[in-house]
């Protein structure tokens, strides 16, 4: 949800994007599936310091500990502005930035988090070697993705079996790199296009070990919601056996 490497649209969205966020909180899947899981990832120590690439609001940052030092990088202004508001800890920075450009912050931190934001950088990979630069060797890098697998954009949809009585994810296209647009507010017609960036499991792999990073560990993440009604039991079953998000979690070598 936090695409925000797309420049101006986003900077227009932010007031949407902080009411479906709840001004920094986040959405349900924010709150139940993904920051419980990128914050266990990350496994953060005392004296720790963390890099939050594309941190948007502070969403990531409201339910970190209170005295771990914290650093939060995002393109939209007016989403920084409101992460300042927000979060009055004096530990937590907040900085205008790129995260596919040089950064004007130090450059010893033991951890770093791209949250639900690397899809939507138009060049993962120099993002990728931008946190390497400013991570510790040793340092723990957890990226979450929309799963590149199942919930592509225009590519990918939900279909149903009525003789099997199953729902099944039908992808049409996954192996190719792949740029699409974005409606960010698909109540509002006139809502901001950004873009979304997809690329293969392969393909980020390879970013990594270009960027000097080891793959740790791979986790993928299903909702934990539940349907009523007749066909409960049917979405029910697809919904735990479909991922919703992908965690990476790498080491700088």
Not at 134 to 152: D, E, Q, T
Request: hydrophobic share 40%; glycine share 6%; charged share 25%.
């Amino acid at each position: 949800m936090q695409k925000r490497f797309g420049g101006t649209p986003w900077q227009r969205a932010a007031p949407w994007y902080n009411r479906i966020t709840d001004r920094g909180q986040g959405h349900y899947f924010h709150q139940h599936v993904v920051i419980p899981g990128a914050i266990r990832l990350l496994n953060i120590k005392p004296n720790s310091k963390l890099l939050d690439l594309a941190c948007g609001n502070g969403v990531l940052a409201k339910s970190l500990s209170k005295d771990l030092v914290y650093t939060g990088v995002d393109l939209a202004e007016s989403l920084i502005k409101t992460a300042k508001i927000e979060d009055k800890n004096y530990l937590h920075k907040y900085l205008v930035g790129d995260a596919t450009k040089p950064l004007n912050i130090p450059q010893d931190f033991t951890h770093a988090a791209i949250i639900l934001a690397l899809q939507n950088i138009q060049n993962p990979g120099k993002a990728l070697e931008n946190v390497a630069k400013h991570l510790i060797k040793g340092g723990c890098l957890v990226i979450v993705l929309n799963h590149p697998a199942f919930r592509i954009p225009r590519q990918t949809s939900w279909g149903i079996d009525k003789d099997r009585k199953i729902q099944y994810r039908r992808v049409d296209k996954y192996l190719s790199p792949m740029q699409i647009p974005i409606n960010m507010n698909p109540s509002d017609r006139g809502s901001p296009i950004t873009m979304t960036y997809h690329n293969s499991l392969s393909a980020y792999s390879k970013m990594l070990k270009d960027a000097g990073f080891v793959i740790d560990l791979i986790e993928e993440w299903t909702s934990d919601k539940e349907s009523e009604g007749s066909a409960a039991r049917m979405e029910n079953r697809s919904r735990s056996e479909i991922p919703l998000f992908l965690a990476i979690k790498a080491v700088k070598k």
